[in-house]
């Protein structure tokens, strides 16, 4: 569990959960948050971006209220690192 969410912590975990799920050998570090999740680099689909959400909120200790993500599009790490920061800010 990581205490005191900011925007760093949240943000390694993204990375570090992006990478699992598109198999990269990469460190969260070598990842711009710009990055397209859906690219040359990365590859996250519908289906693995679910099973990114459970993993986030089991790693983070928060639940994401499935109204963060009404009306949301999610192309970039960032988009992603947004979302979390909302749902950790809401949870609290």
Not at 1 to 9: F, V
Not at 13 to 21: G, P, Q
Not at 24 to 30: G, H
Request: glycine content about 6%.
């Amino acid at each position: 569990m990581i205490t005191g969410l900011d925007r760093t912590a949240v943000a390694e975990s993204v990375k570090r959960v992006v990478l699992a799920e598109s198999r990269l050998p990469l460190r969260p570090a070598d990842i711009d948050d710009h990055e397209p999740l859906n690219g040359e680099v990365l590859h996250v689909n519908s289906l693995g971006f679910v099973g990114m959400l459970v993993q986030l909120e089991d790693e983070l200790d928060i639940v994401l209220p499935d109204d963060l993500f009404v009306g949301r599009t999610f192309r970039s790490v960032n988009d992603l690192i947004e979302v979390v920061l909302l749902g950790a800010e809401a949870a609290r």
